[in-house]
């Protein structure tokens, strides 16, 4: 049994862990849940949104699940989700967007998987007033390190070596911000050197945009800086049914998370209806990170089935008729 850190979060967050825990549990999934909480949850509870206590079962057990965090806007508590990507240094964000069985979407064939760089660039923070007076002009700060983006880039590439994917795409904008995404791009065609079984090429943001549109096909693995992998991984997930039905993980060099990139959806929580499949997906690529492929295979076969076979019993947002139970039932069933 692998001990795994659980984190249900707030919202909606409770019913799709339950969900998820379910399905693992009918596949014969070898896991342990070690359930610890964070968010608005753990703030009404013990005045801390992120307790030390979750702090350290991720530090001891090295691997979470999480669920959507509320984060209230003007209470004061920063981002949750940053503050444990800082903790832990999760510099790699991966989001795969995979087109599914018989959801609606103008995209056919998308199967690209993005990663993004989750610590530096212009998401650093180090904003400031050139004129604290007035407040009528503001500066910001962009980071870009040799270091973070060869791990970045590196990571992308192992992960094509390892999946047998063919091509690397770099996204910059090296053309006008020379110094930051010039370097990011400088690194790549370095570490491009060590993989010259796999193809790589680089495109500007705001083309990558426009490709990703006109002909999402032609992409496999992309990789890109902090802010234009924010922006172009939830364009990715729009491209194949949005963001109820793509997982994301959160990996560094010692602890990895893994979460669905939805919010906690307050205007649906405890209502049955939330889709339970981001962060589902989120718990496959959990269970590929800890070498149970085969599992993972078998729910994602499942799920697939499901799709294609028993429509009416899916989340009412995918075009079903049934509810988080209904849809859970479902690929149970199917396993
Ligand atoms: P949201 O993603 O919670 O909801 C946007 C819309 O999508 C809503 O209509 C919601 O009902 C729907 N939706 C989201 N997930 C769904 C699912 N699994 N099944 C069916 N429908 C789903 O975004 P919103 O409303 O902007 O944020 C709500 C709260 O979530 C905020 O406090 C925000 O800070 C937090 N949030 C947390 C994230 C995280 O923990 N990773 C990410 C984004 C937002
Ligand atoms: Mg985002």
């Given at each position: 049994?692998?001990?795994?850190?659980?984190i249900?979060?707030?919202?909606?967050?409770?019913?799709?862990?339950?969900?998820?825990?379910?399905?693992?549990?009918?596949?014969?999934?070898?896991?342990?849940?070690?359930?610890?909480?964070a968010?608005?949850?753990?703030?009404?509870?013990?005045?801390?949104?992120l307790?030390?206590?979750t702090i350290?079962?991720i530090?001891?057990?090295?691997?979470a699940?999480k669920?959507?965090l509320?984060?209230?806007?003007?209470?004061?508590?920063?981002s949750v989700n940053v503050g444990l990507r800082q903790q832990f240094?999760l510099?790699?964000?991966?989001?795969?967007?995979?087109?599914?069985?018989?959801?609606?979407?103008?995209?056919?064939?998308?199967?690209?998987?993005?990663?993004?760089?989750?610590?530096?660039?212009?998401?650093?923070?180090?904003?400031?007033?050139?004129?604290?007076?007035?407040?009528?002009?503001?500066?910001?700060?962009?980071?870009?390190?040799?270091?973070?983006?060869?791990?970045?880039?590196?990571?992308?590439?192992?992960?094509?070596?390892?999946?047998?994917?063919?091509?690397?795409?770099?996204?910059?904008?090296?053309?006008?911000?020379?110094?930051?995404?010039?370097?990011?791009?400088?690194?790549?065609?370095?570490?491009?050197?060590?993989?010259?079984?796999?193809?790589?090429?680089?495109?500007?943001?705001?083309?990558?945009?426009?490709?990703?549109?006109?002909?999402?096909?032609?992409?496999?693995?992309?990789?890109?800086?902090?802010?234009?992998?924010?922006?172009?991984?939830?364009?990715?997930?729009?491209?194949?049914?949005?963001?109820?039905?793509?997982?994301?993980?959160n990996?560094g060099?010692?602890a990895?998370m893994?979460e669905?990139?939805?919010?906690?959806?307050?205007?649906?929580?405890?209502?049955?209806?939330?889709?339970?499949?981001?962060?589902?997906?989120?718990?496959?690529?959990?269970?590929?990170?800890?070498?149970?492929?085969?599992?993972?295979?078998?729910?994602?076969?499942?799920?697939?089935?499901?799709?294609?076979?028993?429509?009416?019993?899916?989340?009412?947002?995918?075009?079903?008729?049934?509810?988080?139970?209904?849809?859970?039932?479902?690929?149970?069933?199917?396993?």
């Open positions: 049994m692998k001990k795994i850190v659980l249900p979060g707030d919202g909606i967050g409770v019913e799709i862990t339950e969900s998820v825990k379910t399905i693992l549990k009918k596949a014969e999934a070898p896991i342990e849940w070690i359930e610890k909480t968010g608005l949850t753990a703030y009404q509870k013990t005045g801390n949104p307790p030390e206590d350290q079962a530090e001891k057990h090295r691997v699940l669920g959507p509320t984060t209230p806007v003007g209470t004061g508590f920063r240094r510099y790699s964000n991966i989001r795969p967007a995979i087109t599914l069985p018989n959801i609606d979407s103008p995209f056919k064939g998308v199967d690209m998987v993005i990663f993004r760089e989750n610590t530096q660039g212009l998401y650093i923070g180090k904003e400031q007033w050139v004129n604290e007076e007035q407040k009528d002009h503001a500066e910001s700060i962009a980071v870009v390190t040799e270091e973070a983006s060869r791990k970045i880039i590196t990571a992308a590439f192992e992960y094509a070596r390892n999946q047998n994917r063919k091509k690397v795409t770099l996204v910059h904008k090296a053309n006008i911000l020379k110094f930051t995404t010039g370097l990011f791009l400088e690194v790549g065609r370095k570490v491009a050197t060590d993989y010259e079984e796999i193809e790589f090429e680089d495109l500007i943001v705001d083309n990558m945009a426009m490709q990703m549109v006109m002909r999402p096909k032609r992409f496999d693995v992309v990789v890109t800086t902090n802010l234009f992998g924010d922006i172009l991984s939830d364009l990715a997930s729009g491209l194949v049914g949005g963001l109820g039905v793509t997982g994301a993980a990996i060099d010692n990895a893994f669905a990139v939805h919010g906690s959806a307050p205007d649906i929580a405890g209502q049955n209806k939330a889709n339970p499949l981001a962060l589902l997906f989120s718990s496959l690529m959990m269970l590929e990170h800890i070498g149970e492929k085969q599992t993972a295979e078998t729910i994602r076969r499942a799920i697939y089935q499901t799709l294609v076979e028993r429509k009416v019993y899916c989340t009412p947002d995918i075009g079903g008729e049934g509810t988080t139970s209904t849809f859970t039932q479902a690929i149970c069933d199917n396993i």
